[in-house]
């Protein structure tokens, strides 16, 4: 087991932190609730077979997704594509990520090249996906294999929070 990520502080580039962030994978989102017609959730979603790789991931990666509405900065644990390290895995590794969401927008994040298995409570059924689309004030966790070698971008999936710094390398070697 590792230590809980501490978030980053606040300062310019983070303007939020989720003090108690929540499961929202019942949720289905703003305007969805109660409307008269069934939503479907994460939390619905099975995959049609087990997942390929079986074993429990060997570590946790936790990423804050932080920004400022105001000044329009994006980025992972408060810190901009050019000021952030690569996330290396190892190939062959079996990795946790979660993504804690402190700021008041959604995120679809996107792993180009490896597929994530979003833990939603189906076990060996849970949905395989590629982007994960996180709640602000949410947690949420995926399992990743890395079977790929490469440079991998890591990235949000709404364009301009990618060009501001919602982006990161995944180096797989």
């Not at 310019?12 to 289905?28: G, S």
Request: aromatic residues 8%.
């Amino acid at each position: 087991h590792q230590p809980k990520a501490a978030p980053p502080p606040l300062n310019v580039e983070n303007q939020n932190v989720a003090a108690m962030p929540t499961d929202q994978l019942a949720d289905p989102g703003d305007g969805l609730h109660n409307n008269g017609r069934r939503v479907l959730t994460y939390a619905d979603l099975r995959a049609m077979r087990p997942a390929v790789d079986p074993r429990p991931p060997s570590r946790r990666i936790t990423l804050h997704l932080t920004g400022n509405m105001e000044r329009y900065i994006w980025g992972f644990d408060g810190k901009k594509f050019s000021e952030a390290d690569p996330i290396p895995l190892r190939l062959g590794e079996r990795v946790r990520f979660v993504l804690i969401n402190d700021t008041m927008m959604e995120h679809p994040v996107h792993l180009h090249g490896l597929w994530s298995e979003l833990e939603n409570g189906q076990g060996a059924y849970n949905p395989v996906k590629h982007t994960i689309i996180s709640q602000p004030g949410s947690r949420l966790s995926y399992l990743v294999t890395a079977d790929t070698p490469g440079l991998w971008a890591f990235h949000c999936h709404l364009l301009y929070h990618m060009d501001l710094g919602m982006f990161r390398t995944v180096v797989v070697s």
